[in-house]
């Protein structure tokens, strides 16, 4: 018999070497209530066709082995994963044997998923999971969840990955209380959202697809969205480049993943600020120190990326024999080598936990709304638009008035102002899918023009600084390169700053797209 159901369930991340203290853990013991966990053995085999086409659809049909209880086969549907909850549509039935049977479903929407998606495709085994479970029914508050702790391997072809994973999958209640129990484990257990499913890790192993750096696709907003729906549509999307873009800092694969890193923790911090007035204090404080404390974290790597990658190559061209600039190249690398160290120790420590369940809390339910005012859930609730046109008016503002006399602002007064048209970007790549397009178009290009001369204005005094510590390292050739190159960005400053004044003034005297 087809059973049908909505799969809601909160995945984390965990170092094989905790699970025993996980299983030990006093707040499990509390909630356990004397259950205790039981061990299966779960071969899981996916399918598809040859070109995931299925997959491309939100659609997953599995084959599982539970131990020596048989087989049943399962279709699962996405809801796109964007938010760090998914919720999915569910289909069960169960085997004789390990052989696919479409046919014997017969609830008639998965039969009109799979009429539609599936028939008369070439379906065959894509990859496995084999895994031990380990899994109880535990109350927590007012909500009942099974915890299951997964290890194993995915395999396809004779490539595999290993899994360590938790799961709480709610059976009953309100999803904060996933969320809630996951942050007290995470005092005595170091556990990490995980956004990323069994199923995509044995697709890219099929794909033989490595992992790299992501760049988000753009906040689609519609006018008719609550200003609380877009909001949560912004914190889904900083959330996912900052996991999506992990790994590239932890196995050191791609030097752009730590910028995009950055950027996501930079949007979820616009974000928090466009909106702080509608958001009570407490946790929403507590995300703005998270959030500029995991990104501190960062600044070393990628500044000496930067450095290494574009700063220090243009020196090369410009100076191609000084034998101090090439012993530069050798005190930065070691200097990076240091700061991706640095970063690591971050991607470790609790805090950076912390930050992603929270977020992960704030992008999946409207956690945000402890303690909030009245007026506040009336602001979050009312259409987006109401509330873009103020938030983008008080950024627009900052920018300007800042820009008046941008001549004779001093190096940290351009950083601010930097920092401001930054802000005003990122607030208009948020919500300028509401309004049109070519208006849009035409604002944001301005303002990328400005943006981008305050970045080389920021990179060179940054390189500045990188010079500056490079100092004690250097032989007498490196001393007089960093003179040389010192000199040498003095100019280039002088440069970028006429341009500057002729990049404000074009930005301020623009319509805004809002008005």
């Known amino acids: 018999m087809t059973e049908k159901q909505i799969e809601i369930e909160l995945k984390l991340r965990i170092d094989s070497k905790h699970v025993a203290r996980l299983k030990n853990a006093p707040v499990l013991r509390e909630v356990k209530e004397g259950r205790r966990l039981m061990t299966t053995h779960l071969v899981s085999i996916y399918h598809d066709t040859p070109k995931l086409a299925l997959a491309n659809k939100g659609l997953a049909i599995r084959v599982r082995k539970k131990g020596t209880k048989g087989w049943e086969q399962t279709v699962k549907t996405s809801n796109g994963l964007r938010e760090a909850l998914p919720s999915r549509h569910e289909w069960t039935v169960e085997l004789e044997d390990g052989v696919l049977d479409l046919d014997l479903f017969t609830d008639k929407d998965v039969k009109k998923l799979l009429n539609k998606f599936a028939r008369k495709k070439k379906i065959d085994r894509i990859f496995e999971s084999d895994l031990k479970r380990s899994a109880v029914d535990l109350t927590y508050r007012d909500a009942v969840m099974e915890l299951a702790i997964d290890q194993g391997v995915v395999r396809s072809g004779e490539k595999e990955v290993p899994i360590s994973e938790v799961e709480f999958e709610l059976k009953k209640g309100h999803p904060a209380a996933l969320f809630d129990l996951a942050l007290e484990l995470q005092r005595t257990v170091p556990l990490l959202l995980s956004m990323r499913s069994k199923a995509s890790r044995g697709r890219d192993l099929y794909l033989d697809r490595g992992p790299g750096a992501y760049r988000a696709a753009p906040v689609e907003l519609t006018d008719d969205?609550?200003?609380?729906?877009?909001?949560?549509?912004?914190?889904?999307?900083?959330?996912?480049?900052?996991?999506?873009?992990?790994?590239?800092?932890?196995?050191?694969?791609?030097?752009?993943?730590?910028?995009q890193m950055r950027i996501g923790m930079r949007r979820l911090r616009v974000a928090l600020n466009l909106f702080k007035r509608n958001l009570p204090?407490?946790?929403?404080?507590?995300?703005?120190?998270?959030?500029?404390?995991?990104?501190?974290?960062?600044?070393?790597?990628?500044?000496?990326?930067?450095?290494?990658?574009?700063?220090?190559?243009?020196?090369?061209?410009?100076?191609?024999?000084?034998?101090?600039?090439?012993?530069?190249?050798?005190?930065?690398?070691?200097?990076?080598?240091?700061?991706?160290?640095?970063?690591?120790?971050?991607?470790?420590?609790?805090?950076?936990?912390?930050?992603?369940?929270?977020?992960?809390?704030?992008?999946?339910?409207?956690?945000?709304?402890?303690?909030?005012?009245?007026?506040?859930?009336?602001?979050?609730?009312?259409?987006?638009?109401?509330?873009?046109?103020?938030?983008?008016?008080?950024?627009?503002?900052?920018?300007?008035?800042?820009?008046?006399?941008?001549?004779?602002?001093?190096?940290?007064?351009?950083?601010?102002?930097?920092?401001?048209?930054?802000?005003?970007?990122?607030?208009?790549?948020?919500?300028?899918?509401?309004?049109?397009?070519?208006?849009?178009?035409?604002?944001?290009?301005?303002?990328?023009?400005?943006?981008?001369?305050?970045?080389?204005?920021?990179?060179?005094?940054v390189a500045e600084?990188?010079?500056?510590?490079?100092?004690?390292?250097l032989s007498a050739d490196g001393h007089v390169a960093v003179g040389v190159v010192s000199g040498w960005f003095g100019a280039r400053v002088e440069h970028k700053l006429q341009g500057l004044e002729d990049a404000v003034s074009t930005f301020s005297e623009q319509k805004p797209f809002w008005k």
């Open 465 to 473: 600084a990188r010079l500056s510590a490079l100092t004690p390292e």
């Open 281 to 461: 204090a407490g946790e929403a404080v507590l995300l703005r120190r998270l959030l500029k404390s995991c990104s501190k974290g960062l600044d070393g790597l990628r500044d000496w990326d930067v450095f290494l990658g574009e700063t220090l190559p243009l020196i090369e061209e410009r100076f191609p024999d000084h034998q101090g600039v090439a012993e530069l190249r050798m005190a930065a690398q070691k200097q990076r080598a240091k700061a991706l160290d640095a970063a690591r120790v971050m991607l470790d420590a609790p805090e950076y936990g912390q930050l992603l369940l929270i977020l992960g809390a704030w992008a999946s339910y409207s956690r945000w709304a402890s303690g909030a005012s009245a007026e506040q859930m009336k602001a979050m609730a009312s259409p987006v638009t109401d509330l873009a046109t103020p938030l983008l008016d008080r950024a627009y503002k900052r920018v300007t008035k800042r820009g008046e006399n941008v001549a004779e602002l001093t190096t940290p007064q351009l950083h601010a102002l930097r920092l401001d048209v930054k802000q005003m970007r990122y607030g208009t790549e948020f919500f300028g899918s509401v309004y049109p397009a070519k208006k849009v178009k035409k604002f944001r290009s301005k303002l990328t023009s400005m943006q981008q001369i305050l970045g080389q204005l920021q990179d060179a005094a």
């Open 225 to 259: 969205m609550s200003a609380e729906t877009a909001f949560r549509t912004m914190l889904g999307q900083g959330l996912r480049m900052i996991l999506s873009n992990e790994v590239c800092v932890r196995q050191d694969l791609d030097v752009e993943g730590c910028h």
